[in-house]
C-alpha cells in the first residue's frame, strides 16, 4: 500500500525567512514518481515538480529546492527567501508504476508567510 | 494552451437532490481523474478514464456517484441524491499518459449540500 505522510499541518513564518516542508512516503514499488502541488486559496491545484524513483539528484527552481533521499523516504521542499504570494497550501504525492498509477496525496502543509 | 475546465465553480443544493459537474480535459489527454477533496484533507481519487474507458473506480460510492466520458474527451459527475458528507470540492484532472505523466488540474466545483 502507498502512504504519504506531511506531518506539518500548518507553518507560519515571516516574510524572507527560508521554509522547509517535509514529507515521507510509503512503498514497495521500485518504480515510483513524487510530486509536488500548490494549492492557493483559489483552489486550483498546481503543479510544481516531479521526480521518477531513479533520479534522486536535487533540483532547484528559482526560490524553490527539493531534497530527495531514498534512504529516508523522503521528499522535501524548501522555500528560500519567502513571499507573501507563496501562502497556500502544499501537497505532496506519491504515484506507483504498477497497478492503476493513482495519484496518492498526503493531507498537506499549510504555509502562512507574513508580511 | 488551455487548461482543464470545470464547470460549475459553485453549487449549492439540498440534501437528496441530484447534482452534475462538468470537466473538459486539456486537448490530447487521454486520462482524466476525478476527485474529492474534504475540506483540510488532500484529494481522494473516485474514478479514473483512460479515454472512454473505466480504469479505476473502486473508490467511487456506485450507490450514488456515477461519471461518464462518453466520447472519450469531456466527462461529467453525477450525484443522486446527495448527502451532506459530499460537501467537498470535486476536482477534475487530465495526463498524456497514465503511468508516466504529470496530472494537471482544474479549478474545481465547490459543493455545498444543506
Given at each position: 500500500a502507498q502512504k504519504v505522510t506531511q506531518a506539518q499541518t500548518e507553518i507560519s513564518v515571516v516574510e524572507k525567512e527560508d521554509v522547509t516542508l517535509d514529507c515521507v512516503y510509503e512503498t514497495r514499488d521500485t518504480t515510483y514518481y513524487l510530486f509536488w502541488y500548490k494549492q492557493p486559496p483559489s483552489g486550483e491545484l498546481v503543479f510544481l515538480i516531479r521526480r521518477n524513483s531513479f533520479d534522486e539528484q536535487n533540483e532547484i527552481s528559482g526560490r524553490y529546492s527539493w531534497n530527495f533521499q531514498k534512504s529516508t523516504s523522503s521528499f522535501n521542499f524548501t522555500i528560500t527567501a519567502?513571499?507573501?504570494?507563496?501562502s497556500a497550501v502544499y501537497f505532496c504525492a506519491l504515484k506507483v508504476?504498477?497497478?492503476?498509477?493513482n495519484l496518492f496525496f498526503g493531507t498537506g502543509t499549510r504555509l502562512t508567510v507574513i508580511p | 494552451e488551455a487548461g482543464v475546465a470545470q464547470s460549475p465553480r459553485y453549487k449549492i443544493i439540498e440534501k437528496r437532490q441530484s447534482v452534475a459537474f462538468w470537466c473538459n480535459p486539456i486537448s490530447g489527454h487521454a486520462t482524466l481523474y476525478w476527485y474529492q477533496q474534504i475540506l483540510g484533507q488532500g484529494p481522494k481519487l473516485l474514478i479514473q478514464f483512460q479515454n472512454n474507458g473505466v480504469?479505476?473506480?473502486?473508490?467511487?460510492?456506485k450507490d450514488r456517484f456515477s461519471a461518464e466520458r462518453l466520447k472519450g474527451v469531456d466527462s461529467t459527475l453525477k450525484i443522486?441524491?446527495?448527502?451532506?458528507?459530499?460537501s467537498a470540492v470535486y476536482l477534475c484532472a487530465s495526463s498524456?499518459?497514465?503511468?508516466t505523466d504529470t496530472q494537471y488540474f482544474g479549478p474545481g466545483t465547490r459543493l455545498t449540500v444543506l
Open positions: 519567502s513571499q507573501v504570494v507563496d508504476w504498477t497497478g492503476a498509477n | 480504469v479505476d473506480d473502486s473508490q467511487l460510492p443522486q441524491p446527495a448527502k451532506l458528507e459530499d498524456w499518459d497514465r503511468r
